[in-house]
Nanobody
Framework: QVQLVESGGGLVQAGGSLRLSCAAS????????MAWFRQAPGNERVFVSS????????RYADSVKGRFTISRDNAKKTLYLQMNSLKPEDTAVYYC????????????????WGQGTQVTVSS
């Protein structure tokens, strides 16, 4: 299995930027397609973005398209999420996840999860 640890969350003003990282250990990182999900208080965990194992294919939720960029560095075993033009509605705990198909947007399709990192965007 693969172990995932997120970092990079914090408090930022609306319009600002943050870059989240997800460091992987255990099984080879490039065995997995990867994704970011987020969960706001009282809400379900929802899809944000995903990337295939080699980084050539990505997909984004409509709510973040054009503002967020997902990427990965397989040599460093790290997944990234660059978040620009942040909005208060982006406030959530952000989770990285490993799975077998980046086209999947349901959390149930991802087998391995990190512990999450809090992102808070103030207005």
């Amino acid at each position: 299995q693969v172990q995932l640890v997120e970092s990079g969350g914090g408090l930022v003003q609306a319009g600002g930027s943050l870059r989240l990282s997800c460091a992987a250990s255990g099984r080879p990182f490039d065995n997995y397609d990867m994704a970011w999900f987020r969960q706001a208080p009282g809400n379900e965990r929802v899809f944000v973005s995903s990337i295939n194992w080699i980084g050539y294919s990505t997909r984004y939720a409509d709510s973040v398209k054009g503002r967020f960029t997902i990427s990965r560095d397989n040599a460093k075993k790290t997944l990234y999420l660059q978040m620009n033009s942040l909005k208060p509605e982006d406030t959530a705990v952000y989770y990285c996840a490993a799975g077998t198909s980046f086209v999947e947007i349901s959390p149930t399709e991802y087998a391995y999860w990190g512990q999450g990192t809090q992102v808070t965007v103030s207005s």
